[in-house]
């Protein structure tokens, strides 16, 4: 028997079993003795039948038989009666009074029976006992019963996650036949020695001795240690190597001067923020360094990441590279929305307008570039031909665009900087897309608002070095999140009210509705925005302009309502969750989230980032008819927590460990995701990962490793 061997060359599989097997991805041996117990189960507390005494109070575990019913010969009261056997003795169990219990039960049937021992000496029966039906019993009690073997000394068995067709006892039975065939012996294992010495964890051969046939609690508990940092060791591992591959990548690097850099940030309308500053002497550590820079920025809503962005590319755009052949390099900023993608050319045209820099916009509506020729205030619009072919001979600097930037037709001349905002909602391949429109590696910049928790964010960004922006803006206040049943929805339309009053404008964000067809789920998110604009404009707000925004609508019809809300033409906005990113309209301070426990809180906290942005007290109305306590609480975490990274922690604590953001869809075990909770495993993950990955970049002395982190889905996605 060989690790590699499948299932089917050493048992027989029924259908069922090859069905069930199939959707837990089991072919092979290694696979079945690397599907794990899911929790144990002690049984030290559990009595044997044979050893009950008269008087006490017993629980037991059995097959149930001789079911009959009958009246008592004096009494005339009905009684049903049957025994339990557990392999060690049968008794007698009676039942008085429950005549119809005999006929909710069946002989052979596995059961948990607790009642008191009474009766006389030799005729011993269990009164009345409260029974339980099981689909399996424990597993030495199985066995005593029905193969007659030894019990086993553990007082802890495992319990397998079950499937349709499939019993966690089959599990058992059949890694138990594995090992008594040797297994264990012909099995290599893929973690270093003197690494899994030094985290004090057993070798594979003992962990899977122990985790499957535990012989004690600690036993069990080592060995689902050594296979979480395993499974987390094979995941920084893949990320090592990417990260290791990019920057073994020749790329450009230059100094820039600090002079140079002041007189751009002398010009923004603000003081940075210290986090600002800070975020700013990584990125230009990095670019001056010999390679690639892979760097997130990660920073709630509001905190000024495209302060940061614009400084970054106005240091590549003007800078003089000392390699003479590369001429003046370019900037690529790919932000995931077109309203977005537009907000930051704005934001550009701004801070660039003094310099002889051009900038180009590209999205799938069309083109635009500034200055323009004619009016250097203003940008012109132009042909998509038109601008590639600038793009591409190094007239354009800077190219802010959508997805449309990664389109085989946009070549640059010397692409040296790419900026990702918002980074989550590309994929990798499209990050990595970006990137590959040079020969040379350019510097990547990734940008998120979507606070993770730090152990999430080494794991999933683990080839990616982390800046925090971690201080908002001076003269923020906080929002003022308020929950809101709709009981009470009147007080908070007259305090909305009231700021409208006083000049200010709202969001109105409606439920998300998740359907398993995107499209569907499109149709019914727009068809729900546009009924309570409705609803809003004809009960609520007669007096004011709503304007709604949802994903069905076209680009251009997007963009002039937006415009229009950005100018205050629309006071009211209701819109989906999910069409827009980032938007920034300072003088928008309220917002109402519809259907709140829809959300994650992430994703709450993103929506109630809309309405930081300016010096005016916000407000945030989350609105729940949820009457669930754990909603509640949930919801509640979002008006106290102070920052994003606080409410990451939350979400963290909140969510059961099978569903910790997009990780659900990445492959990890349980174990793997109950570790990624652990801060010291995964950070020792990391470096013993980097490490290797110095040592061996290739992993050729580590083919076992090699293999796994190849298999490794390293993607995953946040929501
Ligand atoms: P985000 O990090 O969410 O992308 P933005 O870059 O859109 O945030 O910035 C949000 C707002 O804060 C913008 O209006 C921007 O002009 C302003 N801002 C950025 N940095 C500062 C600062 N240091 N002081 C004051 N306002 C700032
Ligand atoms: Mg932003």
């Given at each position: 028997?060989?690790?590699?061997?499948?299932?089917?060359?050493?048992?027989?599989?029924?259908?069922?079993?090859?069905?069930?097997?199939?959707?837990?991805?089991?072919?092979?041996?290694?696979?079945?003795?690397?599907?794990?117990?899911?929790?144990?189960?002690?049984?030290?507390?559990?009595?044997?039948?044979?050893?009950?005494?008269?008087?006490?109070?017993?629980?037991?575990?059995?097959?149930?038989?001789?079911?009959?019913?009958?009246?008592?010969?004096?009494?005339?009261?009905?009684?049903?009666?049957?025994?339990?056997?557990?392999?060690?003795?049968?008794?007698?169990?009676?039942?008085?009074?429950?005549?119809?219990?005999?006929?909710?039960?069946?002989?052979?049937?596995?059961?948990?029976?607790?009642?008191?021992?009474?009766?006389?000496?030799?005729?011993?029966?269990?009164?009345?006992?409260?029974?339980?039906?099981?689909?399996?019993?424990?597993?030495?009690?199985?066995?005593?019963?029905?193969?007659?073997?030894?019990?086993?000394?553990?007082?802890?068995?495992?319990?397998?996650?079950?499937?349709?067709?499939?019993?966690?006892?089959?599990?058992?039975?059949?890694?138990?036949?594995?090992?008594?065939?040797?297994?264990?012996?012909?099995?290599?294992?893929?973690?270093?020695?003197?690494?899994?010495?030094?985290?004090?964890?057993?070798?594979?051969?003992?962990?899977?001795?122990?985790?499957?046939?535990?012989?004690?609690?600690?036993?069990?508990?080592?060995?689902?240690?050594?296979?979480?940092?395993?499974?987390?060791?094979?995941?920084?591992?893949?990320?090592?190597?990417?990260?290791?591959?990019?920057?073994?990548?020749?790329?450009?690097?230059?100094?820039?001067?600090?002079?140079?850099?002041?007189?751009?940030?002398?010009?923004?309308?603000?003081?940075?923020?210290?986090?600002?500053?800070?975020?700013?002497?990584?990125?230009?550590?990095?670019?001056?360094?010999?390679?690639?820079?892979?760097?997130?920025?990660e920073g709630d809503?509001?905190?000024?990441?495209?302060?940061?962005?614009?400084?970054?590319?106005?240091?590549?755009?003007?800078?003089?590279?000392?390699?003479?052949?590369?001429?003046?390099?370019?900037?690529?900023?790919?932000?995931?929305?077109?309203?977005?993608?537009?907000?930051?050319?704005?934001?550009?045209?701004?801070?660039?307008?003094?310099?002889?820099?051009?900038?180009?916009?590209?999205?799938?509506?069309?083109?635009?570039?500034?200055?323009?020729?004619?009016?250097?205030?203003?940008?012109?619009?132009?042909?998509?031909?038109?601008?590639?072919?600038?793009?591409?001979?190094?007239?354009?600097?800077?190219?802010?665009?959508?997805?449309?930037?990664?389109?085989?037709?946009?070549?640059?001349?010397?692409?040296?900087?790419?900026?990702?905002?918002?980074?989550?909602?590309?994929?990798?391949?499209?990050?990595?897309?970006?990137?590959?429109?040079?020969?040379?590696?350019?510097?990547?910049?990734?940008?998120?608002?979507t606070p993770i928790p730090r152990?999430?964010a080494?794991?999933?960004?683990?080839?990616?070095?982390?800046?925090l922006l971690d201080?908002?803006?001076?003269?923020?206040?906080?929002?003022?999140?308020?929950?809101?049943?709709?009981?009470?929805?009147?007080?908070?339309?007259?305090?909305?009210?009231?700021?409208?009053?006083?000049?200010?404008?709202?969001?109105?964000?409606?439920?998300?509705?998740?359907?398993?067809?995107?499209?569907?789920?499109?149709?019914?998110?727009?068809?729900?925005?546009?009924?309570?604009?409705?609803?809003?404009?004809?009960?609520?707000?007669?007096?004011?302009?709503?304007?709604?925004?949802?994903?069905?609508?076209?680009?251009?019809?997007?963009?002039?309502?937006?415009?229009?809300?950005?100018?205050?033409?629309?006071?009211?906005?209701?819109?989906?969750?999910?069409?827009?990113?980032?938007?920034?309209?300072?003088?928008?301070?309220?917002?109402?989230?519809?259907?709140?426990?829809?959300?994650?809180?992430a994703?709450?906290h993103?929506?109630?980032?809309?309405?930081?942005?300016?010096?005016?007290?916000?407000?945030?109305?989350?609105?729940?008819?949820?009457?669930?306590?754990?909603?509640?609480?949930?919801?509640?975490?979002?008006?106290?927590a102070k920052n994003g990274f606080e409410l990451a922690e939350h979400d963290l604590?909140?969510?059961?460990?099978?569903?910790?953001?997009?990780?659900?869809?990445?492959?990890?075990?349980?174990?793997?995701?109950?570790?990624?909770?652990?801060?010291?495993?995964?950070?020792?993950?990391?470096?013993?990962?980097?490490?290797?990955?110095?040592?061996?970049?290739?992993?050729?002395?580590?083919?076992?490793?090699?293999?796994?982190?190849?298999?490794?889905?390293?993607?995953?996605?946040?929501?």
């Open positions: 028997m060989l690790p590699t061997d499948p299932l089917t060359k050493h048992f027989r599989i029924d259908v069922d079993h090859a069905r069930a097997l199939k959707r837990l991805h089991i072919e092979t041996i290694e696979d079945l003795l690397y599907h794990l117990p899911e929790r144990y189960e002690d049984i030290s507390d559990i009595q044997s039948v044979g050893g009950l005494v008269k008087g006490q109070d017993a629980v037991v575990f059995g097959v149930i038989g001789g079911l009959k019913t009958r009246k008592g010969w004096r009494s005339r009261t009905p009684i049903a009666e049957g025994w339990i056997e557990d392999g060690s003795a049968r008794m007698k169990v009676m039942w008085f009074n429950q005549p119809y219990l005999a006929k909710m039960l069946t002989n052979g049937m596995y059961v948990k029976l607790a009642g008191k021992i009474t009766g006389s000496e030799g005729k011993l029966y269990i009164a009345n006992p409260e029974i339980e039906k099981l689909d399996s019993l424990p597993i030495d009690r199985h066995d005593s019963i029905f193969n007659g073997s030894e019990q086993l000394d553990e007082t802890i068995y495992p319990v397998y996650r079950e499937t349709k067709g499939i019993t966690s006892k089959w599990f058992f039975h059949t890694v138990q036949k594995c090992f008594e065939r040797g297994i264990l012996d012909s099995m290599t294992d893929p973690i270093p020695e003197d690494l899994l010495n030094r985290y004090n964890l057993p070798v594979l051969g003992t962990a899977l001795q122990w985790i499957h046939t535990p012989k004690k609690a600690t036993h069990a508990q080592s060995a689902r240690k050594r296979f979480a940092f395993e499974e987390v060791f094979y995941i920084q591992t893949a990320k090592a190597r990417e990260r290791a591959l990019s920057d073994s990548a020749a790329t450009y690097s230059f100094k820039t001067d600090k002079a140079h850099l002041d007189a751009f940030i002398e010009r923004f309308p603000f003081p940075l923020t210290n986090a600002q500053t800070k975020a700013l002497r990584d990125i230009f550590g990095d670019i001056a360094g010999s390679h690639a820079m892979s760097r997130l920025l809503v509001g905190s000024g990441k495209t302060a940061v962005a614009a400084t970054a590319a106005y240091a590549v755009s003007t800078s003089r590279p000392h390699d003479k052949d590369w001429g003046n390099l370019q900037v690529a900023y790919m932000a995931p929305t077109e309203i977005l993608a537009k907000q930051h050319f704005e934001s550009f045209i701004e801070y660039f307008k003094h310099l002889p820099i051009q900038i180009g916009l590209i999205t799938g509506s069309g083109c635009m570039k500034f200055p323009s020729k004619v009016n250097p205030e203003k940008p012109t619009t132009m042909s998509k031909a038109q601008l590639l072919k600038w793009v591409k001979n190094g007239e354009i600097p800077i190219l802010i665009g959508t997805h449309a930037l990664i389109y085989k037709s946009v070549e640059f001349k010397h692409l040296a900087l790419a900026i990702i905002d918002e980074q989550h909602r590309f994929g990798t391949n499209q990050r990595k897309a970006l990137a590959k429109k040079d020969q040379r590696m350019p510097h990547l910049l990734s940008m998120t608002a152990t999430l080494l794991t999933a960004y683990g080839d990616l070095d982390i800046t201080e908002m803006p001076k003269g923020r206040k906080p929002v003022i999140t308020k929950l809101v049943t709709k009981d009470v929805q009147g007080k908070m339309y007259e305090h909305v009210r009231a700021e409208l009053a006083s000049g200010r404008q709202a969001y109105v964000i409606c439920p998300r509705i998740a359907e398993p067809d995107p499209d569907k789920e499109t149709a019914i998110n727009a068809k729900s925005v546009t009924e309570e604009a409705k609803r809003l404009k004809e009960k609520v707000f007669p007096e004011y302009t709503i304007g709604v925004l949802h994903g069905k609508m076209r680009p251009a019809e997007k963009d002039s309502v937006m415009q229009r809300f950005a100018s205050h033409e629309i006071d009211i906005l209701v819109a989906t969750s999910v069409v827009e990113v980032g938007v920034n309209v300072p003088n928008a301070t309220n917002i109402i989230i519809e259907g709140a426990e829809r959300f994650g809180l994703q709450l993103q929506l109630r980032g809309r309405v930081i942005r300016s010096t005016h007290q916000a407000y945030c109305f989350a609105v729940s008819d949820s009457g669930s306590e754990k909603t509640k609480e949930r919801l509640k975490a979002l008006s106290s604590s909140f969510r059961g460990s099978g569903d910790l953001y997009g990780f659900r869809q990445s492959g990890l075990s349980d174990i793997g995701m109950e570790a990624l909770k652990n801060i010291k495993l995964v950070e020792a993950a990391r470096s013993e990962a980097r490490n290797l990955i110095e040592k061996d970049p290739e992993l050729t002395k580590h083919p076992l490793i090699r293999a796994r982190v190849t298999d490794i889905t390293t993607d995953l996605h946040m929501e």
